[in-house]
């Protein structure tokens, strides 16, 4: 009994050290609230308010028909009328227009007679990804004109593709970001306090304290985690409770997985925290070596970019990555309801990094202290 009264004295004083003070909570609490207010509208690869340029060299009624239906699309907002190959050019160079649009003289005539008639597409190479994905609103355009034309002469197109996204029907970027939040926020908050944790108590000459206290090693260990993750699963919540209530997205998957996920996720990350501030003698020094674990494991966790689309060694290399199994837990347990087998594949390497960053950071705390 006496050792869990120990340790719940150790994490008492921790959360009093974090909470105790007006500017600790406003750390704490203000960033996520800022963050998730902000980043589901800033983090965002939707391109929406394009700008493009038109340059139009036929008179004709077919061409004036796409120009107008090209203008009225909700993505392209700001229309740069050109009427020179070079102000076409120009305007690409000088960023007044993410794509450019050249039609030739003939347009209307060749397609009044059905021949092909191509159209010739610019995009600016500096903005690639939302050049792309505007160019692909820009043939959705097209390809709807043409059916349309098809129709009203009394032709049917042989065949038509048609579309239905599963789990997020809409594609709304929301749907995606915020879940991601869950994992990438409570990954700094949690992974910072953890790493600071004893560095802090080294620089203020405390350390030795607990050493000589009837505490021993692990149960220090022990009582700097638990508040990481008592903070780490308020942070989840908030977000969660932002993204369900606040967005709309919708909550498909259990709580209980969705939980016992963040668990072994916080394990891991307070294993990896206390290593890096059991190596450390400094705050300076543990603050350093978080953000560089975080900031490479955020970028390959499959949050920006699929870890799919990655070279095979470098997915392999991926495994070790927390970030990454969590959130393909958390969009999985929230978009699709995952089923509790495929949770319990993705939480076993969770366990694993957990059991291998505790055990480091205890071998380490030893020698530190003997």
């Avoid at 709304?172 to 990438?184: C, E, K, R, S, T």
């Avoid at 405390?206 to 090693?217: G, H, I």
């Avoid at 993204?243 to 891991?268: E, K």
Wanted: aromatic letters at 10%.
């Amino acid at each position: 009994m006496s050792f869990f009264l120990r340790i719940r004295s150790l994490v008492i004083k921790e959360l009093q050290s974090l909470f105790g003070d007006p500017s600790s909570r406003a750390l704490l609490i203000m960033p996520v609230i800022l963050q998730t207010i902000l980043f589901p509208w800033a983090a965002t690869m939707e391109v929406k308010n394009a700008s493009m340029a038109i340059y139009n060299r036929d008179l004709g009624v077919a061409s004036t028909e796409l120009v107008q239906r090209f203008t009225s699309g909700a993505a392209f907002t700001d229309i740069v009328v050109v009427h020179s190959e070079a102000e076409m050019a120009d305007a690409i160079e000088t960023r007044r227009a993410m794509l450019a649009i050249s039609i030739p003289d003939d347009f209307s005539q060749k397609l009044a007679i059905g021949e092909t008639s191509p159209i010739q597409v610019l995009l600016d190479g500096r903005r690639s990804n939302g050049a792309q994905i505007a160019f692909g609103y820009l043939q959705e355009i097209l390809e709807i004109y043409l059916k349309d034309r098809a129709e009203s002469a009394g032709h049917h197109l042989p065949s038509e593709l048609v579309v239905r996204h599963w789990f997020n029907k809409n594609l709304d970027y929301q749907h995606f970001i915020l879940p991601n939040l869950v994992a990438i926020i409570t990954t700094i908050g949690s992974l910072v306090l953890t790493a600071l944790s004893v560095a802090r108590e080294r620089e203020q000459g405390t350390f030795d304290q607990l050493m000589v206290s009837p505490l021993n090693p692990e149960m220090v260990m022990i009582g700097k985690a638990v508040p990481a993750m008592i903070v780490a699963f308020f942070q989840a919540t908030i977000i969660l409770c932002a993204a369900v209530f606040l967005y709309h997205v919708p909550f498909r998957g259990s709580l209980f997985l969705l939980y016992t996920g963040m668990f072994f996720y916080s394990l891991s990350l307070v294993g990896i925290g206390l290593l890096i501030s059991s190596l450390s003698s400094t705050q300076q020094q543990a603050f350093l070596g978080a953000f560089s674990f975080m900031m490479p494991a955020i970028m390959l966790s499959g949050f920006a970019a699929p870890v799919e689309n990655m070279p095979y060694w470098l997915q392999v290399a991926t495994w070790p990555n927390p970030i990454r199994h969590f959130v393909e837990i958390v969009k999985g347990v929230f978009l699709k309801d995952a089923p509790p087998d495929r949770v319990i594949a993705l939480l076993f390497p969770l366990v694993v990094i957990s059991i291998f960053t505790l055990g480091s950071a205890a071998i380490m705390f030893r020698r530190k202290t003997t």
